[in-house]
């Protein structure tokens, strides 16, 4: 099941370490400032805790425009998904 909500941006962990461009980025933060943010960016939900493998960019656009939340797709998963994305 898929649910779109608001989540925290201090309660996804994003366990996979990744290179912005900083132009993206920029970019985006005008965009979000002007219109808000187009497409929610995907978590898995895994024993209540988010974790974030996509969005990449509009989730350093969020942490920069110090923004608290970020609109998600929040699909829950077994342990064994988390696993699979990990591995």
Same mark, same amino acid.
């Given at each position: 099941m898929v649910d779109i909500r608001e989540v925290p941006l201090n309660q996804i962990l994003r366990p996979l370490p990744r290179v912005n461009d900083q132009n993206k980025v920029a970019a985006l933060m005008e965009s979000i400032e002007a219109e808000g943010l187009h497409e929610p960016i995907d978590v898995l939900e895994v024993d209540g805790q988010y974790? %974030?493998?996509? %969005?990449?960019?509009?989730y350093e656009a969020h942490q920069r425009l110090g923004k608290e939340t970020i609109r998600c797709r929040v699909r829950r998963a077994p342990r064994s998904v988390l696993q699979r994305h990990l591995a």
């Open positions: 974790y %974030g493998f996509s %969005g990449c960019h509009r």
